[in-house]
């Protein structure tokens, strides 16, 4: 029961923020997930050192169960299927550079943080 206390304040402070996130999109008719500008406002957060480590185990447990929580969308784009394959090589083009992109800046932010000399 400890566990839940502990992360109930963090995950409350990542949901609040995904749902700020969705509004702000929504408000200034934003091409951009809520979620996505709720993890900028976190980020901002973090670098501002206000200090929020109460959130980390909140975060910790909602980046444990991240693989379950994609299971429901990519299920839902079961139903997708006939307007995706019509886009399959735009499709493969974007996750391949995005990915390629994400790695490069997370080992040069790991870089920057001091993890790699």
Same mark, same amino acid.
């Given at each position: 029961?400890?566990? =839940?206390?502990?992360?109930?304040?963090? =995950?409350?402070l990542?949901c609040?923020?995904? =749902?700020?996130?969705?509004?702000?999109?929504?408000?200034?008719?934003l091409?951009?997930?809520?979620?996505i500008?709720?993890?900028?406002?976190?980020?901002?957060?973090?670098?501002?050192?206000?200090?929020?480590?109460?959130?980390?185990?909140?975060?910790?447990?909602?980046?444990?169960?991240?693989?379950?929580?994609?299971?429901?969308?990519? =299920?839902?784009?079961g139903?997708y299927?006939?307007?995706?394959?019509g886009?399959?090589?735009p499709?493969?083009?974007?996750?391949?550079v995005?990915?390629?992109?994400?790695?490069?800046?997370?080992?040069?932010?790991?870089?920057?943080?001091?993890?790699v000399?």
């Amino acid at each position: 029961m400890r566990t =839940v206390w502990e992360s109930l304040p963090g =995950v409350l402070l990542c949901c609040g923020l995904a =749902v700020a996130g969705g509004a702000l999109a929504d408000a200034l008719r934003l091409p951009v997930p809520g979620a996505i500008l709720g993890l900028g406002l976190y980020l901002a957060w973090l670098v501002s050192g206000r200090g929020i480590g109460w959130s980390r185990p909140g975060a910790a447990l909602l980046l444990r169960w991240l693989g379950a929580m994609i299971v429901p969308a990519l =299920v839902g784009l079961g139903g997708y299927l006939g307007l995706l394959a019509g886009a399959l090589l735009p499709l493969l083009l974007v996750l391949l550079v995005s990915t390629l992109l994400t790695a490069l800046v997370t080992a040069l932010l790991y870089r920057l943080a001091g993890g790699v000399e």
